[in-house]
């Protein structure tokens, strides 16, 4: 609530557009319908941590090579089919992951998706 105030003295103040996603989830997550893709950012130092142990998980664990996806700039991030730009794990069209996570939650994760007990 903070934040909606604060842009909405800011748009009144300078004049400008109200911030907003670009919307389009289900046609850009129809991209990544088949398989793991992962997105990741520089921007942040934990997604570049991470990124090595999930594509090694994916590939040990679940005999799935993941497409990995660096979001080097602004249009890359607004074009990811998540909002968070920094780190997203799209798998079978499905958003599984839109923050950074462990190798440890990144199983749990993918063992509940192949519904895998």
Request: contains cysteine; charged residues 20%.
């Given at each position: 609530?903070?934040?909606?105030?604060?842009?909405?003295?800011?748009?009144?103040?300078?004049?400008?557009?109200?911030?907003?996603?670009?919307?389009n989830w289900e046609k850009k997550l129809g991209q990544y319908s088949k398989g793991l893709t992962i997105f990741w950012s520089g921007q942040c130092p934990y997604p570049a941590k991470f990124v090595g142990e999930l594509i090694e998980t994916a590939e040990k664990i679940f005999n799935i090579k993941p497409r990995v996806i660096e979001l080097k700039s602004w249009k890359d991030a607004q074009n990811s089919p998540c909002a968070f730009g920094v780190f997203c794990v799209v798998y079978n069209g499905k958003v599984v992951a839109d923050n950074p996570i462990s190798k440890r939650r990144f199983t749990k994760i993918m063992n509940k998706a192949l519904k895998i007990k």
């Open positions: 609530m903070f934040f909606a105030k604060l842009f909405e003295v800011c748009n009144e103040t300078i004049s400008a557009p109200t911030p907003k996603f670009k919307g």
